[in-house]
């Protein structure tokens, strides 16, 4: 049967020689492979392609079959037309970051609405906000959404649990005996990031954003079996320390 649903694209692989499969978080079947036939097909005029690039917003119908491990896309549209994000390093950047995130940690075949509209409503934010005031996205991001995933750090800042210990899976009161290491600064930052009751975000530096990114992306990688290297995350740093 035919069914529509939304989905933002993470992993376009080529498929003979005009076809793709797409891998599609999708907001009704959570993350499904997708055969595109003649996508690639060099037609004067035509770059269908390029809807399947990381982070593309689609509106879709597909078919959709329990039993096979890649499903049919029928028809596709842009939901969301990019205007900045493909131009600007610094967007493009943050987006390549968080689609991968999205990649190595999101559960296959599991439909998770609240997550797919933080995330939708995420990238249309990247392309429309203001240049000065995205710095902080990938962060943000990164800590949302492993928390929807239920990765949840131990306690908060406090007197007696000064410490970001990722040995200790969160706040400690004794100092990591290995990297990542964090400045107590930083688990203020990011208590007030966890638990925070308004949209404010406190002011970073860029030294600041990376060591707490590598520090998360650390958690994570003692905690979850899914999170390999992040190989968007050295161009990243870069653009983060700009």
Same mark, same amino acid.
């Given at each position: 049967m035919l069914y529509k649903t939304r989905g933002i694209v993470l992993r376009p692989v080529k498929y003979g020689d005009t076809s793709i499969v797409a891998t599609i978080f999708t907001e009704n079947y959570g993350v499904q492979a997708y055969m595109v036939r003649g996508v690639r097909a060099t037609t004067k005029g035509s770059n269908k392609a390029a809807y399947f690039q990381p982070g593309t917003l689609l509106d879709i119908v597909v078919y959709m079959q329990p039993s096979r491990n890649i499903q049919q896309l029928r028809e596709y549209q842009a939901s969301c037309l990019y205007?900045?994000?493909?131009?600007? &390093?610094?967007?493009?950047?943050? =987006?390549?970051?968080? &689609?991968?995130?999205?990649?190595? =940690?999101?559960?296959?075949?599991?439909?998770?609405?609240? =997550?797919?509209?933080y995330a939708w409503q995420y990238f249309c934010a990247l392309d429309e906000a203001p240049i000065g005031s995205i710095a902080n996205f990938p962060l943000l991001f990164l800590v949302h959404i492993t928390s929807m995933l239920g990765y949840d750090l131990i306690g908060a800042y406090c007197e007696e649990t000064p410490y970001l210990n990722v040995q200790e899976g969160g706040f400690s009161a004794h100092p990591p005996s290995s990297p990542p290491y964090a400045t107590q600064e930083d688990a203020i930052v990011l208590s007030h990031i966890l638990y925070q009751t308004t949209d404010s975000t406190p002011m970073l530096n860029g030294e600041q954003r990376v060591r707490l990114i590598d520090w998360y992306i650390g958690f994570l990688q003692r905690h979850s079996q899914h999170m390999a290297n992040i190989r968007s995350l050295q161009v990243l740093r870069t653009v983060l320390y700009a």
């Open positions: 205007v900045t994000v493909h131009q600007d &390093v610094v967007r493009n950047s943050i =987006l390549m970051f968080s &689609v991968e995130l999205l990649l190595r =940690l999101l559960p296959p075949e599991a439909p998770i609405a609240p =997550l797919f509209s």
